[in-house]
């Protein structure tokens, strides 16, 4: 680490369970965080903010000026640019030691599997259930540990999935159905501050992740009421039934 760095991230360094090992190791890797939205907006400044190594971005979508309330790295001046070339100039000029890619597509059959074996850990902050499954799947075959954050109203839930262990259970033994219109902030309306939540959330599981440093549960869902100001946890089970991590382990 050069002078610069040192003193950028001075106060990480100061922890003494994270120090300069931790620093070194989270700069050496690579995040994929899928939809640049109101949780990628948060999850991605704060691991650009950390100093990840390299960030990448996938969305294929423009920001509108509904999504300013709660996309909070944009600007009215954005409008109309996409979501991920957008947040990647924003990243670069908060950080530019921070390696940021940005893609501008859906994730789907052909470049999921290739997006995910090049990282390190993924961040779902996708807010449709095709795409969920498919992100899952690809992080399943691949051993590579999922974040998955969601919010809807004034609820948010937040779990990881250590893929890069023997753990079971997975995601589609928590959601085995569950339609897009269910995760549809158009149709269900969203509090702001608690899609910022989960984005912290979800960042904060990714550098220790990537740090190796803290603990981090497999299959611990987390439950936040926005409204009420409270916490509820659980732990997963596989599901006997789950077509996927169940029919594997028969």
């Keep these: 680490m050069n002078e610069s760095q040192l003193n950028r991230y001075s106060r990480q360094l100061l922890l003494p369970n994270f120090d ?29 903010g950390a100093g990840v190594g390299t960030l990448t971005l996938l969305d294929d979508d423009c920001i509108e000026e509904s999504n300013l309330p709660r996309q909070v790295l944009f600007n009215e001046s954005n409008v109309g640019e996409s979501k991920a070339k957008a947040a990647k100039d924003l990243l670069n000029a908060k950080a530019s030691d921070v390696t940021i890619n940005a893609v501008e597509s859906k994730l789907n059959e052909h470049n999921a599997e290739a997006l995910v074996s090049e990282v390190d850990v993924v961040l779902d902050c996708t807010d449709n259930f095709k795409t969920r499954k498919l992100l899952h799947r690809a992080c399943y075959k691949a051993k590579v ?39 549809s902030c158009n149709e269900n309306g969203i509090m702001g501050p608690v899609v910022g939540a989960m984005g912290v959330m979800q960042s ?30 659980m732990t997963l089970t596989q599901d006997p039934e789950c077509a996927l991590c169940a029919l594997e382990k028969s």
């Design 20 to 48: 300069i090992e931790g620093q070194l190791n989270l700069s050496s890797k690579r995040a994929l965080i899928v939809g640049v939205g109101g949780l990628g907006n948060i999850a991605a400044t704060y691991l650009a």
């Design 204 to 233: 904060l599981d990714a550098v220790k992740l990537l740090s190796g440093k803290g603990e981090v549960a497999h299959g611990r869902l987390k439950i936040f009421d926005g409204f009420a100001g409270s916490w509820r946890e």
């Design 145 to 183: 540990p999922l974040v998955s954050g969601a919010a809807i109203r004034w609820e948010g839930q937040l779990i990881t999935f250590r893929y890069d262990t023997d753990a079971s259970p997975c995601y589609e033994c928590l959601y085995p159905e569950l339609s897009d219109q269910a995760l």
